[in-house]
């Protein structure tokens, strides 16, 4: 069972809402998918903040906690490996990664045994096994949802969002997150093409599910683009490195050799070397606002190829595209699939201005109609 961490088989109605690990559950122990966590874990006392909304749903009958689900080991790597918890199997093809770090709240919609997974994205950890396991998943804004009791990687960088089969069932996540949140009436109209090298395969998916869609589609090139997502990787890795030292210096046999190796690279961002990522994300910022006055949404892939199979989990970083710089900009992303001359549906990142959430499921739901078409 190495999706669910813990499955709840108790009654409940509505929709089933898998959480992913690191969220504290009142009564649960948060064990971040880690031996060294797992350890001393204790019953968390209180739930998350971000959780107020489905307990509330579900005193109503309209949603249910199914349980918590398993990630890539203290949410830091992509691959959705984890040897001490297991490997979510991806429902797509077993061969291959499920994604991560929210592997077990992928696969469990893609597997249909939740509608809906909570994940949390700090460099593209929705949006990366939404792309491996063929499910949409949305990145919120910086800030947009509470992170009160959840698990820290990287603060700065940290968000919570929905992952689900569709926009539809997206947007009744975001509706559990933030009770009252609608998707917008209309959707956007021009789109930013962004300019990155990806698989062909990959590369004409996106853009023929761009054509379907009727947007005005703009060429664009993201000045800047390589130096913004290093930043983001030196933010993410001092900060992931202030989050979990005292787990690598005391408890290292009880962390994975992959993250552990991580995190102990992440030792090495030296103070000068965060003030200069610091300053760098300030510039990227301006950089993405100014390209909002131009276009509505930006487009591009979300992966840059197909998941590799698990006994080549070491190449994920070879394909993980600007999903960190996303983060950096503090922006809304939506990974949606979409269908491709490959071995599997390839996913298009959908990128919002701050607080544009609304919107960018709106253009989500056209986009998904335009393909199935």
């Known amino acids: 069972m190495a999706t669910w961490i813990t499955k709840d088989s108790g009654p409940g109605g509505g929709l089933r809402v898998a959480v992913k690990d690191p969220i504290d559950v009142a009564g649960l122990p948060t064990t971040a998918a880690c031996l060294a ?37 203290l949410a830091y790597g992509i691959s959705g490996v984890n040897h001490a918890f297991g490997t979510p199997v991806n429902p797509l093809d077993p061969a291959r990664v499920p994604g991560g770090s929210s592997s077990g709240s992928a696969v469990a919609v893609a597997a249909g045994e939740a509608d809906v997974g909570y994940g949390s994205d700090t460099g593209g950890s929705i949006r990366i096994p939404a792309a491996c396991c063929g499910v949409a998943g949305l990145k919120t804004t910086g800030g947009r949802i509470p992170l009160t009791g959840v698990w820290p990687l990287a603060p700065s960088l940290d968000t919570v969002g929905p992952m689900a089969r569709d926009v539809a069932g997206l947007a009744a996540g975001m509706a559990l997150l933030e009770p009252g949140f609608t998707v917008a009436s209309e959707a956007p109209g021009s789109v930013g093409r962004v300019s990155i090298d990806a698989d062909p395969a990959v590369t004409a998916a996106v853009d023929a599910a761009l054509a379907a869609t009727g947007w005005q589609v703009v060429p664009l090139t993201l000045a800047g683009l390589d130096a913004a997502q290093a930043a983001a990787m030196d933010v993410l890795a001092a900060e992931a490195w202030a ?14 050799a992959d993250v552990l190796a991580r995190l102990r690279e992440s030792s090495k961002v030296t103070a000068a070397r965060l003030a200069a990522a610091r300053q760098e994300a300030a510039t990227w910022r301006k950089t993405v606002a100014a390209l909002f006055d131009q276009v509505e949404l930006l487009a591009l892939p979300t992966l840059l190829g197909f998941p590799p199979r698990v006994a080549e989990a070491s190449g994920m970083p070879r394909i993980r595209g600007i999903t960190a710089a996303v983060n950096l900009a503090g922006l809304p992303a939506l990974a949606l699939p979409v269908p491709a001359a490959g071995p599997l549906p390839a996913s298009i990142q ?16 056209v986009l998904e109609q335009a393909v199935r078409a």
């Open 350 to 365: 959908l990128i919002g201005p701050p607080g544009g959430e609304e919107r960018l499921l709106a253009a989500g739901a």
């Open 243 to 256: 989050s979990d030292r005292e787990l690598a210096e005391t408890a290292p046999g009880r962390i994975g």
């Open 37 to 73: 966590v797992a350890d001393r874990a204790e019953p968390a006392a209180a739930d998350a903040a971000c959780l107020a909304g489905l307990r509330a749903a579900a005193a109503r009958g309209q949603a249910h906690l199914a349980g918590k689900v398993n990630l890539h080991e």
